[in-house]
């Protein structure tokens, strides 16, 4: 079975950083999606980012663009992201998420495994 594990989140202040990182296991197909998403109180999950783990290419939402960054390494098996220039607004628990395919997307139906999720709140 695949495994995803999420850690690195915390409580941080406005305009300061986390980096999340995502550890993944168990894969048998030669490529696959990993997905970052976010779900804050009240509200739905929405993606955030994602990176092909083949040929890492990837996709942000408009709203993390230019203070998202998504990375891996493939050496760990893991995937981060490094958010920069948090806001209050980005508070939510985030969750890690893989699917078998060969194009990016969002699309929280689209994916099969979901890590546990970890909390990340931004307040002063």
């Known amino acids: 079975q695949v495994q995803l594990v999420e850690f690195g989140g915390g409580l941080v202040q406005p305009g300061g950083s986390l980096r999340l990182s995502c550890a993944a296991s168990g894969f048998t197909s030669d490529y696959y999606e990993i997905g970052w998403f976010r779900q804050a109180p009240g509200k739905g999950r929405e993606g955030v980012s994602c990176?092909?783990?083949?040929?890492?290419?990837?996709y942000y939402q408009d709203s993390v663009k230019g203070r998202f960054t998504i990375s891996r390494d493939d050496a760990k098996n893991t995937v981060s992201l490094q958010m920069n220039t948090l806001k209050p607004e980005d508070t939510a628990v985030y969750y890690c998420a893989a699917r078998a395919s060969s194009r990016l997307g969002l699309d929280v139906r689209e994916y099969d495994y979901w890590g546990q999720g970890t909390q990340v709140t931004v307040s002063s």
């Open positions: 990176i092909n783990s083949s040929d890492g290419s990837t």
